[in-house]
């Protein structure tokens, strides 16, 4: 398995020629994430949520097999509205109830569950509860766990560079972290070969 400065370095090289992509649906996805938050008192963000998370994963998903994703693509996840809706509110509360008794916990089932939306917009088919248990599975498989968590961290030393890079740097941070993420799920999944050294 790649290490994840490696699969951050692919994440790089595949955005080499799609930045203005990459950089445009990071832009939307914050755009319209920000207008649902606003929509009643939070009940946007409850409805909506899991269908652009969806479609937003599948847009880096894309990206990082190399693949140019159309605009349409990032609403996709309205195609599935209704299994997106009952995974967005199963992750979030499992990570309450978990984060509720000790912060420990909560780490441990947001970490697990962080891979539940790559799944499903992956393998639609299976719905939401069989997506929470793939995604289990492939955090905790062979010591993977960590390997989620150094991403994790790795991802916020990155924003944090963009940051200090006068904020501009973040148009590049953002996407490269965004597309990394989709990266961690490939490697994690074992199911698509990609030449690091190509």
């Known amino acids: 398995m790649r290490a994840n400065i490696d699969i951050l370095s692919f994440a790089w090289e595949q955005l080499r020629s799609k930045w203005l992509v990459a950089i445009g649906l990071v832009l939307l996805h914050a755009v319209i994430s920000s207008v649902i938050g606003s929509v009643g008192f939070g009940l946007g963000t409850l409805l909506l949520s899991g269908a652009l998370s969806f479609g937003f994963n ?17 609403f996709d996840g309205f195609r599935q509205f209704l299994p997106t809706l009952i995974l967005f509110l199963l992750v979030s509360a499992i990570s309450v109830v978990a984060t509720f008794f000790l912060i420990i916990p909560g780490i441990i089932a947001a970490v697990g569950l962080s891979q539940s939306f790559y ?27 960590w390997k989620v968590v150094g991403m994790a961290f790795l991802s916020v030393f990155v924003i944090l560079l963009g940051a200090l890079a006068l904020g501009v740097g ?8 965004a597309v990394a993420g989709a990266g961690l ?5 074992g199911g698509h070969t990609i030449d690091f050294g190509a």
């Open 58 to 74: 599948r847009t880096m998903v894309q990206l990082y097999r190399g693949q140019t994703p159309a605009f349409e693509t990032y």
């Open 119 to 145: 799944v499903l917009q992956d393998r639609p088919e299976l719905g939401a509860v069989e997506a929470l248990k793939e995604s289990w599975r492939l955090v905790w498989t062979q010591g993977r766990f």
């Open 170 to 177: 973040l148009f590049f941070a953002v996407p490269v972290v």
């Open 185 to 189: 799920y490939e490697e994690l999944k």
